[in-house]
């Protein structure tokens, strides 16, 4: 009885130790059975790694934990200063209007007699309104005394606005002011004592850093969710004509919009305002305001209700490797002039047509969005110092900012141009020379010198860089044309394989287009 006990003892730690080799890689090729299966090396090998990230499980979830703490510290600290904004939009109230030949049937009006005709005709007038609409979006207090900010969109055209706080407490919104240019508006509530959230720098976000949002998705208030800063700086995404967008992962759906996006100090870097979805729902690509922006728009709106915009009465446009190598420009980061307003504030600095923008007070300039938000951003009578690439060189230019819409560039529409003594080029469109007629016709002014474009090819390479009938080519290669022979002569003079540059003019502001022969 012993022997067999032994004799059991000993298959079993022969067992114990061949699965022992074989985990350490000891004994290749062979299996080991362990509880009635089979295991390869592999299995075994991943057994022991197992065993090892559990045995060292403890130690390594503290750092999970430790985020996983953060994010409930900054939702427990914003939950005060995050509410859900509800709207009433109701349609003015319309007079009824009378159909045309609205009348009863002649058997009717034989039956009934005329006086049910004019009672038809009463109930015709009778007042008619639309149906209300109502609509939900986010704020954030950003004072004690209630001022609200939150995204224009949320409160436009409401008759009235709903604030509810995280306690469940109600109160009536009124709507500060509002600023399309950016989809920011402000809005106050008649309470004391509210919990103001802080406004961060989100010039010091990096994309990669850990941010949440919160808000009222599909009317769940107070939802967090997390994610990190995807990009910044988005600009040409169509959603507002000042465009400096933080890119986002974390949750966004309709009803968030503005709601704050928060940095893991639990402070506001962003006002959440848009997605890109193809469904209408979240698809890991949300939008914020910079709180840079938000806060400058906010604090105008506030004291002054209404924003104001520096303004520097330029035509602005981003560079490509064409355009920049015909000003023997060695680089696509900058922002090219294109025209300039007569008696703006860059004509009085001597800005001109051509110059390259590469920075403003020492910060690098790389596209035209980015210059429009700075000189916006700029208060008016500033002076700002701009580094400009010009002729060859680098230099500075001093300018003192305006304000946006105390100028304003008129623009000249017309119709039709008959064609007349035409030029046709490779490139896909036929020119005419300005006559008085066609003058007249497009509302050009006496100053402006060039050819008209009468004709764009569909498909060519001018329509693809969206040149337009009726435009006015000033400019070839930096030589001005006055007739259609000058700009054919001028056309000739280029290298169509090398590219060449044209001035276009479209509603009274020039452009530079760079054509090239493929």
Known sequence: MSRTKNSRKGKLAWKVALGLCLASGAVGGLAVKFSDQLLPPSYALELRE?????????KDVVHAQGLSEAFISVSKAMRPSVVQISSVTRAETVQGKQLPN??????????????????????????????????????????????????????????????????????????????????????????????????????????????????????????????????????????????????????????????????????????????????????????????????????????????????????????????????????????????????????????????????????PMSNSQQLRNTIAATAPKTSVKLTLFRDGKTMPLDVVVGELDAGTVKLAKGEAVEPEAEAATKFGMTVQTITPQIRQQLGLSEETQGVVVTEVESGSAAETLGIRVQDVITTVGGKAVTSAEEYRDAMKSQSLEKGVRLQVARDGVSRFVFLQSK
């Not at 004592?193 to 998705?217: F, R």
């Open 50 to 58: 197992a065993q090892e990230a559990r045995a060292n499980l403890a």
């Open 102 to 363: 609205a009348q009863i049937p002649e058997e009717f009006r034989r039956f009934f007699g005329d006086e049910f005709q004019k009672h038809f005709e009463n109930q015709l007038q009778l007042p008619q309104q639309s149906p209300a609409q109502h609509g939900q979006g986010t704020g954030v207090i950003v004072s004690e005394d209630g001022y609200i900010i939150t995204n224009n969109h949320v409160v436009r055209g409401a008759s009235e606005l709903t604030v509810r706080l995280f306690d469940g407490r109600e109160f009536t919104g009124e709507i500060v002011g509002q600023d399309a240019k950016t989809d920011v508006a402000v809005v106050k509530i008649n309470a004391k004592n509210l919990m103001a959230a802080p406004i961060g720098d989100s010039d010091a976000l990096q994309v990669g850093e850990w941010v949440l949002a919160m808000g009222s998705p599909f009317g769940l208030e107070q939802t967090v969710t997390s994610g990190i800063i995807s990009a910044k700086g988005r600009g040409n995404v169509g959603i507002t004509d000042y465009e400096d967008f933080i890119q986002t992962d974390a949750a966004i759906n309709p009803g968030n919009s503005g709601g704050p996006l928060i940095n893991m100090q639990g402070q506001v870097v962003g006002i959440n305002t848009a997605i890109a979805s193809r469904s209408g729902g979240y698809m890991g690509v949300g939008f914020a305001i910079p709180s840079k922006m938000v806060k400058l728009v906010a604090d105008s709106l506030i004291k002054e209700g209404k924003v104001t915009r520096g303004w520097l009465g330029a035509a602005i446009q981003d560079l490509n490797e064409g355009l920049a190598g015909s000003f023997n420009y060695k680089s696509t980061e900058g922002v090219l002039i294109g025209d300039v307003v007569p008696d703006s504030p860059a004509a009085k600095a001597g800005l001109k047509s051509g110059d390259i923008v590469t920075q403003i007070d020492g910060k």
